[in-house]
T-cell receptor, first 114, second 112 residues
């Protein structure tokens, strides 16, 4: 089983649509969760952290289900500028103890069309 | 703040040559990470440092790869000898007290 799994997509949606991305992770000891966005030929950039109670940032809503080891990202009222790859990111405690490394999912591609 | 600075932006080299990628983390960040990204395998963590000390190098693919961090403001990733399958985008990222990472613009490596 992959450490962090995502549906690769692509998701092709019209402007204004609502789209949801899902992600599962394998390490039940993980404590921190993020969504990153990566534009074509650019570096990944932090979109938002994911908190246990769920959190919202404008049109973006992130949810976490620890029992199912499942994370989601909902984008409402999609814009053309939302077209990118969305990476699910989870911290994995290391054997060294006290240190964490971030493991990235393979990403889900989103294409928003007029 | 200039962000994480990587050099070179692009590198084309012949198989068998040595390649050195460079990274300058954000000042004050105490963790540095090297990632490799390919279409087939996505973003893979190669190695990371905390306070200039290598913590986890389990992602380094083989002995041809080595990384150093001689001080808090500089790190290198070296491939010797390089092979065509090493062609990828190599990202360096740094992190401070929070868990979020800031990535550099990456080095696009092509080995022919």
């Amino acid at each position: 089983r992959k450490e962090v799994e995502q549906d690769p997509g692509p998701f092709n949606v019209p402007e204004g649509a609502t789209v949801a991305f899902n992600c599962t992770y394998s390490n039940s000891a993980s404590q921190s969760f993020f969504w990153y966005r990566q534009d074509c030929r650019k570096e990944p950039k932090l979109l938002m952290s994911v908190y246990s109670s769920g959190n919202e940032d404008g049109r973006f809503t992130a949810q976490l289900n620890r029992a199912s080891q499942y994370i989601s990202l909902l984008i409402r009222d999609s814009k053309l500028s939302d077209s990118a790859t969305y990476l699910c990111v989870v911290n994995f405690p290391t054997l060294a103890g006290g240190y964490n490394k971030l493991i990235f999912g393979a990403g889900t591609r989103l294409a928003v069309h007029p | 703040d200039a962000g994480v600075i990587q050099s070179p932006r692009h590198e084309v080299t012949e198989m068998g040559q040595e390649v050195t990628l460079r990274c300058k983390p954000i000042s004050g960040h105490n963790s540095l990470f090297w990632y490799r990204q390919t279409m087939m395998r996505g973003l893979e963590l190669l190695i990371y440092f905390n306070n200039n000390v290598p913590i986890d190098d389990s992602g380094m693919p083989e002995d041809r790869f080595s990384a150093k961090m001689p001080n808090a403001s500089f790190s290198t990733l070296k491939i010797q000898p390089s092979e065509p399958r090493d062609s990828a985008v190599y990202f360096c990222a740094s992190s401070g007290t929070s868990y979020g990472y800031t990535f550099g613009s990456g080095t696009r490596l092509t080995v022919v």
